[in-house]
């Protein structure tokens, strides 16, 4: 890898969005940008940095050229307590309007930035479609963060262009989606509200799915092996310009991995606990349960979550975020993890997990997951197939392509797409259907031997796509020499 200024350096500047399953993905690109000799400058938030900032500091002492620069987040202009800055802070839909209210007044000082920086390019994320104008007054180009798949974006882009799902007559009847390689059947309920029909939220999110397009390209945390016929799709029928440069989170933290192999426990405080249960578990027995950073569950949900795990008969780990509302109703579960530790059977994390840790460990054989785009990505990483349980925004997309095209995925069931506003879902996946969906999976049948052994394979594509001539890691050298050469010729055309 190139080190810090080299001739020619090419600036860039990146804007995370502040909810974990944007900003991870986004920190881990800015890391590679650098470790490929482009000068990189973070622009966020006091409390968001904080998870972040020492990785950027052992970067940059390593002489990668990355730095943050840090903003105010308006937090008394929309009545929030000092650091509450995150999507992953929003307890109540109250706040999480307040935390969405306040990412939006941030356009203003980041424009402000980017005309003092002058950076050659901007990676914004998806949720910007502001950027797009405010590159245009710089002349530079404009670099769309798309946080999922290829396959998502190009379900989003056909359902917005073609409306197959308007005139139905019930929101449960199955529609096709145009355009697509695959056959792929979903129902008007399955996709987010306001993309169903019109509502205040569509203007909001009408503009980000366009903004692709009106960029100079898009970055997907992806990977050619895995989406090859919808990067094909995105690049020629739809036109957009892309590279798929994923998984970064393993790529990013590759070096790290290998330095720590996790043999000594006591360095390792709290997870020592949990890597020593993990340990007694044999190979591959363990389901981890996870519903990424924003999904809050309700009370009913979470008590048919426990008893289906339970009813299942297989070992599992759970993360479970402590929801202030509940409070009392916790007891169910604190009386559930106490059994649960009795019988060595399941272990509970109250809050947040360290996903990347348990996924690679030998004795996890499987996940629960909401399908969130890095959540999949990871489990891919490590090679496990995986119990799909979508919940909102794009994740019954990726749900059909876990199922449908790479069947890997043990659908739950799940039937409805909760509004963008409102995370805490009240829908039902009862406890048979959870534990009939861990045994399809964890169980020894052959549907679960064949989708383990694809997943693997996956697993090994996604190690060798970042590897040295592989397609990942083409795409990011291709991506850097293309816009330092639009530097170097000022060729950058506007597009808007
Ligand atoms: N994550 C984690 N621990 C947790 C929950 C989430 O480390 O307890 C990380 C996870 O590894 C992933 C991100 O947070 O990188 C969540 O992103 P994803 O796209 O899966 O879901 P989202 O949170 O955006 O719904």
């Keep these: 890898m190139e080190s810090q200024q080299s001739h020619n350096q090419l600036n860039v500047i990146f804007v995370p969005y502040p909810s974990p399953g944007h900003m991870i993905p986004m920190i881990d690109t800015a890391r590679l940008f650098a470790k490929h000799g482009v000068s ?9 940095v904080s998870s972040f900032q ?8 390593l002489g990668y050229p990355i730095k943050t620069h840090l903003i105010q987040f308006p937090s008394a202009q929309v009545g929030l307590p000092d650091g509450v800055e995150n999507l ?25 930035l980017f005309q003092e920086f002058q950076p050659d390019c901007i990676v914004t994320d998806m949720m910007y479609p502001w950027t797009v ?8 180009p404009r670099i769309h963060f798309y946080s999922s798949s290829y396959f998502s974006n190009c379900a989003f882009h056909f359902i917005m262009k073609y409306r197959p799902h308007d005139g139905l007559v019930s929101d449960t009847q199955k529609f096709t989606i145009p355009g697509l390689p695959h056959t792929i059947e979903m129902t008007p309920l399955q996709i987010p509200d306001w993309l169903r029909e019109k509502n205040p939220a569509t203007a909001y999110f009408e503009p980000i799915y366009k903004s692709g397009e009106k960029s100079y390209g898009t970055l997907y945390n992806s990977f050619h092996d895995l989406e090859s016929d919808y ?22 933290n590759k ?37 990424g950073s924003l999904t809050r569950l309700s009370h009913t949900q979470l008590v048919e979550i426990a008893h289906g795990l339970e009813n299942s008969g ?27 530790k009795e019988s060595k059977m399941g272990y509970i994390i109250w809050n947040w997990a360290p996903q990347l840790l348990i996924l690679d460990h030998p004795s996890t054989g499987g996940i629960v997951t909401h399908c969130g785009w890095n959540s999949i990505l990871e489990s891919l990483n490590a090679g496990l197939p995986m119990i799909a349980w979508p919940m909102f925004a794009e994740q019954f997309f990726n749900e059909k392509l876990l199922v449908d095209v790479l069947k890997i995925g043990v659908p739950v069931g799940a039937k409805e797409n909760k509004s963008w506003n409102s995370i805490c879902v009240e829908a039902m996946v009862r ?10 999976l964890m169980g020894s049948g052959q549907e679960s031997k064949e989708m383990r052994m694809r997943a693997k394979k996956f697993g090994d594509a996604a190690k060798r796509t970042i590897e040295e001539g592989g397609h990942s890691y083409k795409n990011l050298i291709q991506l850097v020499d293309e816009l330092k050469s639009l530097k170097k010729s000022k060729a950058f055309i506007d597009k808007t």
Aim: proline share 1%.
């Design 54 to 61: 020492k990785t950027i500091d052992t970067d940059f002492s």
């Design 133 to 140: 104008e405010a590159a245009a007054k710089l002349g530079i």
């Design 88 to 112: 992953k802070d929003g307890t109540s839909n109250e706040i999480l309007d307040k935390i969405t209210r306040g990412i939006r007044m941030l356009q203003d000082p980041i424009e402000v």
């Design 40 to 48: 990189v400058i973070i622009i966020t938030t006091h409390a968001n």
């Design 255 to 291: 070096d790290d991995q290998k330095k720590g192999n996790k043999d000594h426990l006591e360095e390792l405080g709290e997870e020592a606990e949990l890597l020593n249960w993990l340990k007694s578990k044999e190979n591959e027995s363990v389901l981890y349960v996870s519903f």
């Design 431 to 440: 406890r048979e259907e959870i534990a009939k969906a861990v045994e399809i």
């Design 231 to 252: 990067e094909k799709l995105s690049k020629t029928t739809m036109g957009i310009k892309s590279w798929s440069v994923g998984p970064v989170s393993a790529w990013a």
């Design 314 to 340: 297989h070992n599992f780990i759970w993360v479970v975020r402590k929801n202030d509302r509940d409070e009392g109703e916790n007891r169910f579960l604190q009386d559930f993890e106490q059994r649960m």
